[in-house]
């Protein structure tokens, strides 16, 4: 049950496109469609932002998008405003052991 | 409006014993997947288990064998029991639905801290 890998920070202006990737593995990201993306304020529970790999739960900002290439899924979130800021991470289904992490990337928007 | 509240969290002395509830609103739990997932102060979240609708349960590896995840239909709450507790295990832990088909975790209920020390 190794973490999926992320960076552990991006940043980025308002306005501009940013993208956090996450690495995993044939046995989670690579072989499942179930990539799923949460972002967490500090002190807050975090919130699904995209499951699926791609999907947007309703009220979520179209802003938010994700795909996936591989063992490695990305969250993209364009035209950056500055309540983007968070921690972001993302999981994946991973058969026997059913979920897996990764390590979270904290946005800043400078 | 679908809602879950943990309660149960608090200080502990290493090798103890505590059970986390988490109390949901607006749906039922054992028609839907529930997990537990913590996340160690400054630290990022790590999955704990989960108890499918059909009732198989699954555990992450460094808790196997001592905490058990159940749940309670006529309450409908969800239950972590965490036994021989480590300072490891100091973490605030979210309860949260799992959608049966996508996976997503939604919604998470606002976390309860366990201090494990002496």
């Known amino acids: 049950q190794s973490a999926l890998t992320q960076p552990a920070s991006v940043s980025g202006s308002p306005g501009q496109s940013i993208t956090i990737s996450c690495t995993g593995t044939?046995?989670?990201?690579?072989?499942?469609?179930?990539v799923s993306w949460y972002q967490q304020h500090p002190g807050k529970a975090p919130k699904l932002m995209i499951y699926e790999g791609s999907k947007r739960p309703s009220g979520v900002s179209n802003r938010f998008s994700g795909s996936k290439s591989g063992n490695t899924a990305s969250l993209t979130i364009s035209g950056l405003q500055a309540e983007d800021e968070a921690d972001y991470y993302c999981?994946?289904?991973?058969?026997?052991?059913?979920?897996?992490f990764g390590g979270g990337t904290k946005l800043t928007v400078l | 409006e679908v809602q879950l509240v943990e309660t149960g969290g608090g200080l502990i002395q290493p090798g103890g014993s505590l059970r986390l509830s988490c109390a949901a609103s607006g749906f039922t739990v054992s028609s839907n997947y529930m997990s537990w997932v913590r996340q160690a102060p400054g630290k990022g979240l790590e999955w704990v288990s989960v108890?499918?609708?059909?009732?198989?349960?699954y555990y992450a590896d460094s808790v196997k064998g001592r905490f058990t995840i159940s749940r309670d239909n006529s309450k409908n709450t969800l239950y972590l029991q965490m036994n021989s507790l480590r300072a490891e295990d100091t973490a605030v832990y979210y309860c949260a639905r799992v959608g049966g088909n996508s996976l997503g975790f939604d919604p998470w209920g606002q976390g309860t801290l366990v201090t494990v020390s002496s």
């Open positions: 044939s046995s989670d990201v690579g072989s499942y469609n179930l």
């Open positions: 999981c994946s289904y991973a058969g026997s052991s059913p979920v897996v």
């Open positions: 108890i499918y609708s059909g009732g198989s349960t």
